[in-house]
């Protein structure tokens, strides 16, 4: 006759490989081994380290099931996480992108600009607001983040950036896009360009969790 049901916890101490790569596989084994694979497993991860206290863990998907055990996908919060991705292929107006602070903390913004060459020598450049933590709304926009021409005459046809930033929870990051003349002043005429924007959280460091324990709480039953 089968089990119904085991109760298992798995210490594990996080790796400097496992943090570069942003999860740990910790084999959980149960007390008594199963007759088959027929049966439903459920785990959370708690955090046990003094080190650096916060949400660090968070609960994966499930791989290699036997009788005996599973491996549990543990996924490490403390390495950057891709909050938001917008990719614009050939637009030809002006693009607004908006990702709401849910807790203060730093963001890197990866933005990429390309001007397809269809148009005249008119310009765009990106605009990035956020608002620091002490309520303050910073902005940069040209000259910092240069700009894409129409032809690619002068100013060139591509742009990217990497753009750190601490912003405040509860508030707003904004990325637009605006066209304008060879002056930068006023409308401009339109043309086509590429747009990407990659949003990255990041609550700390990777190095700071090695070395970080967590406990995989798991539980089984069988069908």
């Not at 943090?19 to 007390?31: D, I, K, L, N, R």
């Not at 996924?75 to 909050?83: D, E, F």
């Not at 910073?138 to 894409?148: M, S």
Request: hydrophobic letters at 35%.
């Amino acid at each position: 006759m089968a089990n119904i049901s085991a109760i298992a916890k798995t210490p594990h101490v996080i790796t400097a490989q496992e943090a570069a790569q942003g999860y740990a596989v910790v084999h959980v084994t149960w007390p008594s081994p199963f007759y088959d694979t027929n049966y439903a497993i459920t785990f959370g991860v708690e955090d046990t380290s003094n080190l650096t206290p916060g949400l660090n863990f968070s609960v994966g998907d499930k791989h290699n099931v036997t009788p005996q055990g599973f491996d549990a996908t543990v996924y490490l919060l403390a390495v950057p996480i891709v909050q938001q991705t917008k990719n614009y292929i050939g637009v030809g107006a002006p693009e607004t992108i908006l990702y709401p602070v849910l807790a203060t903390g730093t963001f890197v913004e990866t933005l990429y600009y390309q001007s397809l060459g269809l148009g005249d020598s008119s310009t765009l450049w990106p605009t990035l607001s956020w608002t620091d933590p002490q309520g303050n709304v910073q902005t940069l926009t040209i000259p910092y983040l240069g700009t894409i021409s129409g032809d690619g005459s002068g100013q060139g046809l591509l742009q990217n950036y990497s753009l750190p930033v601490l912003a405040l929870g509860g508030t707003t990051i904004s990325l637009t896009t605006q066209f304008g003349n060879s002056d930068q002043i006023g409308a401009g005429n339109p043309f086509q360009y590429n747009w990407a924007v990659n949003v990255q959280s990041l609550p700390q460091t990777a190095g700071n969790i090695v070395g970080n324990k967590c406990v995989v709480h798991a539980m089984a039953s069988h069908r």
